[in-house]
């Protein structure tokens, strides 16, 4: 008689641990319903804001005080967006805004890496202090600083021009600091070492070695500069008027301005301001989403 032995089956794996097992295999977790759920609550409350602004700018003033609000479009939006765009000369508001934006994003991006890449792997003396320092400022209210801002911009004459709001925002704080952080990690010291055994000088490792490796982190605090340059309001609302050299926000603040101001008209106004951030988010948004996740990998 004989007798046959039989393997005993192992015993199915727990969900948890297939997928532990599938991402050290290199596979890809898929999300659940709740996950998407979530997702799009997230989504719509994002949205919620821009479509309202819109619904709001279709409108008109009775409508708009009437309770309970529109949830849905009228017939007057493109009249009102086309109203707005001749009434704050948004034309030009654009191109000068634009410009303060653009200069003030490169001019912060190119002296933030050159300063975080110091911060972050030079050696001298008072690096600790002064950088301290630097994260010191951030910590002041920026409105400390506008009246002695106003009195040295009107002494120059600068008043109810350009330069007198790109000049305070050609340097950031929290830039140097971002790209210290960054470079700590994206950057090691073997390379720069290596660079400097072949005879390289400081500025050529910048331009070869530094810029490269900071590239994705430039990306976004380029983003990120346009976008608060584009946004404020206080300081060019301060220097500059409406019927010289207005940005965005300068010339949206006067419309509908009135005894009974027309809400419609506002709303469109600041939709058409909120447009092209929009757009430059959806045109490079991707790349610089996909910047990131390059420098973490190398990171």
């Known amino acids: 008689m004989t007798t046959t032995l039989t393997k005993p089956t192992a015993p199915e794996e727990a969900p948890p641990k297939r997928r532990a097992k599938a991402l050290r295999a290199g596979g890809q977790l898929h999300a659940g319903p709740i996950a998407y759920v979530i997702l799009a609550l997230f989504t719509i409350g994002s949205l919620f804001p821009l479509v309202w602004t819109a619904i709001a700018a279709s409108r008109d003033n009775n409508r708009l005080a009437q309770t309970p609000p529109p949830f849905w479009f ?41 300063a975080g890449f110091a911060f972050a792997k030079l050696r ?47 340097v950031s704080a929290f830039g140097v600091f971002f790209m210290r952080q960054y470079l700590i990690q994206a950057l090691p010291d073997e390379i720069i070492e290596a660079a400097r055994v072949d005879g390289a000088s400081s500025w050529r490792v910048i331009w070869h070695i530094v ?24 300081w060019p609302f301060l220097v500059l008027t409406q019927t010289g050299s207005p940005t965005v926000q300068v010339a949206v603040a006067g419309l509908g301005r009135g005894y009974t101001p027309d809400q419609a008209l506002i709303m469109a106004g600041a939709l058409l301001g909120t447009l092209p951030l929009l757009l430059v988010f959806a045109l490079f948004g991707k790349q610089i989403v996909g910047g990131i996740m390059q420098g973490a990998v190398k990171g």
Not at 80 to 86: N, V, Y
Not at 141 to 155: C, G, N, R, T
């Open 74 to 114: 009228g017939g007057n939006l493109l009249d009102k967006l086309e109203l707005a765009w001749t009434d704050a000369n948004l034309g030009e508001a654009f191109f000068n805004t634009t410009l303060v934006a653009g200069i003030s994003a490169i001019t912060i991006v190119f002296l933030s890496t050159i």
């Open 124 to 170: 001298f003396k008072g690096r600790g202090a002064l950088m301290l320092i630097v994260i010191g400022t951030m910590m002041v209210p920026p409105q400390l600083s506008i009246i002695p801002l106003y009195m040295m911009v009107a002494e120059l004459g600068w008043t109810d021009q350009l330069q007198a709001v790109i000049l305070p925002s050609l």
């Open 211 to 234: 810029f490269p490796a900071a590239r994705p982190a430039m990306a976004v605090l380029g983003m990120l500069m346009f976008v608060q340059t584009w946004n404020d309001f206080l």
